[in-house]
């Protein structure tokens, strides 16, 4: 586990190491800028903070490394609100390790993952939860995760707990009054104010229900078809990917192993897999594809399956898999899903129903900010859990109620990082990609 500090020089390259136009490195900590100045010809000294400043960085031997700019941040303007500098060179992988050299002969040391967000929380430049949507937004698969990771960033969920925070301390306050008094002189007319708890309940009850549905949108689903040969799923695969990347053969067994890419079910990323047909063989190859067809199957999110109507075939007993038919002109069952292998007419029925298996029992909602967070979701149950049994304690004493409201307040505390241990920061920020 990496050890983080603040005010040590630092440096990352923020952009990816390979051939490109332009790469981007940057640097924070302690005097920073006093420590490239001597490797660069702009005047930095004579520019303000956040001001892009052209010049060459060369070697402190005569010898230019490449022509950049530099952009300063003194204290209190950067990401990290550490005295800060970006580069922004050319892509060529030589000039980054040049620069990455220099930097680190003058006693600037490369990061570790996640250190420059880890650095901007400690200065108060953003709660954990923001810290966290960084990563999120970073790494998110969908449109709909990265507008979601961006709300957070910009401080939907520090704002709903604030506003907790503020409803809890409320009913607290008025309950110390009644311990600031002796058993005999307690006003008989305070009660517990079970409309205030059950409203902050169903706040939290909401937040916390978005959380299945985020995760989905972020981290995608696996989704398999399988069906027998010869049954139409490569022709579906092709089609949800809008190429043909699938060989399509009236031949039995033409696929042998199955492929993989990534598609967009509605907005859903998936991790789309065209398999095997499923049958009986003897030919060893066959047989060990069909045996991984079962063993992807196992850990699918969903399963596909898909059935020539003209066929002795019939819908597996589970129902959480999805048939569908590969022919429309054969008549079919009320309510079977089905699509033409040759046309895809019936395509946008198929994709219907494979976007409401996915997000059956996911809650979406409008009226609260989503969660994407594992840690955000066990520390907002915790607050839950903790009023709840304030709740249930409101006939036991009013100092068993306080006990409770403030392990609430404490869990709340920790959501936002206000009294988080530095083991949980650190495995956190480890986790983010470096340059971050």
């Known amino acids: 586990m990496p050890c983080y500090t603040t005010g040590e020089p630092i440096y990352a390259l923020a952009t990816p190491f390979s051939p490109s136009a ?27 903070s956040s001001h892009a400043i052209h010049g060459f960085i060369h070697d402190g031997n005569g010898r230019n490394i490449d022509e950049v700019m530099l952009i300063k941040y003194e204290k209190g303007h950067g990401y990290t609100s550490e005295e800060a500098f970006e580069i922004m060179s050319h892509g060529s992988l030589p000039v980054i390790r040049a620069i990455e050299n220099l930097l680190e002969s003058i006693g600037i ?13 400690m200065h108060g430049r953003m709660d954990l939860t923001e810290a966290e949507a960084v990563e999120e937004i970073v790494r998110s698969k969908s449109e709909r995760a990265g507008s979601e990771a961006l709300s957070r960033l910009t401080g939907s969920i520090k704002r709903e707990a604030d506003d907790i925070k503020d409803r809890i301390l409320n ?35 909401a937040i916390i229900s978005t959380y299945s549905a985020s995760r989905l949108y972020s981290e995608g689903a696996k989704v398999v078809i399988a069906g027998r040969t010869n049954a139409g799923k490569s022709s579906l695969y092709n089609a949800l990917l809008k190429e043909n990347r699938a060989i399509v053969s009236s031949e039995e067994g033409t696929t042998r192993d199955y492929i993989e890419a990534d598609a967009s079910i509605l907005g859903i990323p998936v991790r789309l897999f065209d398999t095997a047909g499923l049958r009986e063989t003897d030919g060893l190859i066959e047989k060990e594809g069909i045996r991984r067809t079962e063993e992807l199957i196992k850990d699918a999110d969903l399963v596909v399956y898909v059935i020539d109507p003209s066929s002795d075939d019939v819908p597996p007993a589970d129902e959480s898999i999805l048939t569908v038919y590969s022919k429309r002109d054969i008549k079919l069952k009320d309510g079977s899903t089905s699509f033409s292998s040759m046309t895809g007419e019936g395509l946008d029925e198929v994709i219907n129903k494979m976007a409401e298996r996915l997000m059956e029992g996911r809650v979406v909602s409008s009226s609260v900010p989503s969660i994407d967070s594992e840690r955000q979701r066990d520390n907002l149950s915790a607050v839950l859990s903790a009023l709840r049994d304030a709740e249930a304690s409101a006939s036991s004493g009013y100092d068993i109620i306080a006990l409770y409201l403030q392990s609430a307040l404490e869990s709340l505390g920790e959501l936002t990082g206000m009294v988080t241990g530095e083991d949980v920061l650190e495995r956190l920020f480890s986790s983010f990609c470096l340059g971050k």
């Open 22 to 48: 332009i790469a981007v490195i940057r640097a924070s900590g302690d005097n920073v800028l006093s420590m490239i100045a001597p490797y660069f010809t702009g005047k930095i000294a004579s520019y303000p």
């Open 109 to 121: 040391r490369r990061a570790e993952r996640g250190e420059f967000t880890y650095r901007a929380f």
């Open 171 to 205: 009913i607290l306050a008025s309950l110390e009054v009644q311990l600031d008094y002796g058993e005999d002189e307690i006003p008989e007319d305070w009660e517990f104010p079970y409309d205030e708890v059950d409203s902050i309940i169903s706040r939290l009850e």
